[in-house]
Nanobody
Framework: QLQAFGGGLVQAGGSLRLSCAVS????????VAWFRQAPGKDREFVAG????????YYADSVKGRFTISRDNAKVTVYLQMNSLKPEDTAVYYC????????????????WGQGTLVTVSS
């Protein structure tokens, strides 16, 4: 089970940190990613982190502004979002799979419930 939280309302240029807590599984065996979905749009890959945390991946639209990290002891993955823009407004989901990070949502076996991020201009 994955639980995503930390969303909220923030002004453009502000920051938020999302958390994804994983329970009931061997956390270190899973690659984890964040996706987001804005109204009327497809779900898109935002960032991903390998099982060991050594490798990280980012969408071009967030590179340099967002940072993904994981704490295997706390079985939690974080998404630090800085310099937020109105176009970052979406529901953010964390997802896990037992293989490698993928930008394709269908490659993930487990999903959190989503947390809403709203960036005002």
């Amino acid at each position: 089970q994955l639980q995503a939280f930390g969303g909220g309302l923030v002004q453009a240029g502000g920051s938020l940190r999302l958390s994804c807590a994983v329970s009931g599984r061997t956390f270190s065996s899973y690659a984890v990613a964040w996706f987001r979905q804005a109204p009327g749009k497809d779900r898109e890959f935002v960032a991903g982190i390998s099982r060991t945390g050594v490798n990280t991946y980012y969408a071009d639209s967030v590179k340099g502004r967002f940072t993904i990290s994981r704490d295997n002891a706390k079985v939690t993955v974080y998404l630090q979002m800085n310099s937020l823009k109105p176009e970052d407004t979406a529901v953010y989901y964390c997802a896990a799979n037992g293989v490698v990070v993928s930008i394709t949502p269908s490659q993930y076996d487990y999903w959190g419930q989503g947390t809403l991020v709203t960036v005002s201009s």
